[in-house]
């Protein structure tokens, strides 16, 4: 009998090992979660929204975020695979939508990653010039003083860090992603367990959310541009679903995760907002 050749994506099929456990994945959506968004958009916004608006608009956030979580779940669960939303839309319409989706995931995803390591750049730039060392804010680089060179270059080579840190494999991605997250929410539980501590020192705290120009200074309206301003910092829990094909038991343990994540870091964000106000 004379063989039939059968086509080069049913001969050869990649796939990658499922390493990762509810604990790592869950991880991973937690520290794409908690980024610069939380650091550097939290006064901004409560300048718009005001200190309960800023409470509003991360609660609402995380419902909004939810609701896109679901389907997320659903399919993640259904398909665990990698890609994501690029292998889903694929599957489900013309092959062009597939593409047209991919490249604006990419898009989306650099977009938050630039923002990410730019603020990165900028708090790590403060910091070294809190001990004393100077850039030479004199000197003059393609119309950039030697603070903004300073912080582009931190951006670039933290970058290029997770770069080679992703390419290198999941267990390494994984294992790195659990420490910084880990250290992340420890951060931001001192922040916050020393901000309670700081309240119950001042009898009037409550006074800090009604002070003029008032709990909501501009409306409806500024919580809405609050919530605008801060949704970038729910981007990243896709991530796992995106991570499906390294997932174990991923029918259960992505929606577990995504979940699980959102969860966290709605609890982490609102508490951050509280003591902040």
Request: aromatic share 12%; hydrophobic share 55%.
């Amino acid at each position: 009998m004379e063989s039939i050749a059968q086509p080069t994506s049913q001969r050869f099929q990649v796939s990658l090992s499922r390493g990762l456990g509810l604990f790592d994945v869950t991880m991973i959506g937690v520290g794409a979660m908690i980024g610069a968004g939380i650091f550097g958009l939290t006064g901004i916004a409560a300048g718009e929204a005001g200190p309960v608006g800023l409470l509003l608009a991360f609660f609402l956030n995380g419902v909004v975020t939810s609701l896109t979580g679901l389907t997320y779940a659903e399919l993640g669960a259904a398909y665990p695979q990698a890609g994501g939303g690029y292998a889903w839309v694929k599957e489900g319409l013309a092959r062009i939508f597939g593409f047209y989706a991919g490249w604006i995931s990419w898009f989306s995803h650099s977009v938050a990653c630039s923002l990410y390591a730019v603020l990165f750049g900028t708090f790590f730039a403060e910091l070294i010039e809190m001990a004393g060392i100077s850039f030479g804010d004199e000197v003059i680089i393609f119309g950039l003083n030697g603070e903004q060179v300073a912080v582009k270059a931190f951006a670039v080579l933290v970058a290029l860090g997770f770069v080679i840190i992703n390419v290198r494999g999941s267990s390494e991605t994984g294992l790195v992603g659990n420490i910084i997250t880990g250290f992340k929410v420890v951060v931001l539980g001192l922040l916050v367990l020393f901000g309670l501590k700081a309240m119950l020192n001042i009898p009037n705290w409550a006074d800090n959310f009604l002070r003029d120009p008032g709990p909501l200074p501009h409306g409806i309206g500024g919580v809405i541009l609050g919530m605008g301003l801060t949704f970038v910092a729910f981007e990243g829990y896709e991530i796992i679903a995106q991570s499906g094909e390294e997932v174990k038991s991923p029918e259960r343990n992505v929606p577990r995760a995504i979940f699980l994540a959102i969860g966290i870091v709605v609890v982490v964000y609102l508490a951050v907002a509280f003591v902040s106000v």
